[in-house]
């Protein structure tokens, strides 16, 4: 196990389309997250999994967004009807409690 | 709510020489979690130092070393022999360790360091 991989790394998609992206954590890790980067800004957290319970979503993830981790395994996150401000680095990141954040190279996605 | 803030968008310094980063943050936690992360271009980011709240010790990681001010909520790191690999975005961020923080990064904006040959 490499470490954390996210597919794809890059996505362009037209305004309104459906986009998903998956996750893959290092394999003993039971947390994981996903963030949001936008051009000139840090990381913003989106949501959270404890093995496959979601739970915290930050009041960024609108009803266009939904996340998965089934079976406490890989993760998808997934942005219905696409706007063009959804446009940013999608990063995942796992751990297990009270160690570092492994992160992905995360899934650049343009809405055009 | 916590926030972090890195007020030096972008920082240049010659290769071997050594620079400083600057963070503040503001928090009304006592039990927390302060990191310094690196993002080169292209590449995931990694952790570069994390220093314990309850410690009074600064934290050093071979180059880098933190000079971590509780009472002030400054948070800076120090880059000694700067090297060009150094190259990179640098986040200052927290984590709060209490009250179901669910241990998430609240990040700054970034401070962009650029090492010269």
């Known amino acids: 196990d490499t470490g954390v991989s996210q597919n794809p790394r890059h996505k362009i998609t037209k305004r309104g389309q459906n986009v998903t992206f998956r996750c893959d954590p290092i394999s003993e890790h039971n947390r994981l997250y996903w963030y949001r980067q936008t051009l000139g800004q840090g990381p913003e957290f989106l949501t959270y999994?404890?093995?496959?319970?979601?739970?915290?979503k930050s009041r960024l993830l609108s009803d266009r967004f939904s996340a998965e981790r089934p079976k406490g395994s890989f993760s998808t996150l997934e942005i219905q009807r696409t706007e063009q401000g959804d446009s940013a680095m999608y990063l995942c990141?796992?751990?297990?409690?009270?160690?570092?954040?492994?992160f992905g190279q995360g899934t650049r996605l343009t809405v055009v | 709510a916590q926030t972090v803030t890195q007020s030096q968008p972008e920082m240049s310094v010659q290769e071997a020489e050594t620079v400083t980063l600057s963070c503040t943050y503001d928090t009304s936690e006592s039990n927390y979690y302060l990191f310094w992360y690196k993002q080169p271009p292209s590449r995931q980011m990694i952790l570069v130092i994390r220093?314990?709240?309850?410690?009074?010790q600064n934290a050093t990681e071979n180059r880098f070393s933190v000079n971590f001010q509780k009472a002030a909520k400054s948070f800076s790191l120090k880059i000694s022999d700067s090297q060009l690999g150094d190259t990179a975005m640098y986040f200052c961020a927290f984590m709060k360790l209490s009250g179901g923080s669910n241990y998430k990064l609240t990040f700054g904006k970034g401070t962009l360091l650029t090492v010269n040959p």
């Open positions: 990141a796992s751990t297990v409690v009270n160690t570092e954040a492994f």
């Open positions: 999994f404890q093995n496959e319970a979601q739970l915290e």
């Open positions: 220093q314990e709240a309850y410690k009074q």
